[in-house]
């Protein structure tokens, strides 16, 4: 189950090539969105020149 992005998950970001995840209140572009969930699972998807967040975005778990 995916998590409410918009209402119950903290929103991270993770610069391409990069491991180090950081808390970020906007998106970006060419970057990683993650995203916590409730349980404190890091949910991660990539997109480029992308300027908000959808709900169709598919998430997947980070390793």
């Known amino acids: 189950m995916r998590p409410n ?4 998950a903290k929103f991270y970001y993770q ?5 180090t995840w950081e808390k970020r209140n906007m998106p970006g572009t060419s970057c990683t969105f993650g995203f916590e969930d409730e349980l404190g699972n890091v949910l991660y998807t ?10 169709d975005m598919g998430l997947t778990w980070k390793d």
């Open 5 to 8: 992005v918009f209402t119950s």
């Open 15 to 19: 610069a391409a090539g990069t491991e």
């Open 46 to 55: 990539k997109c480029y020149g992308y300027k908000g967040i959808s709900r």
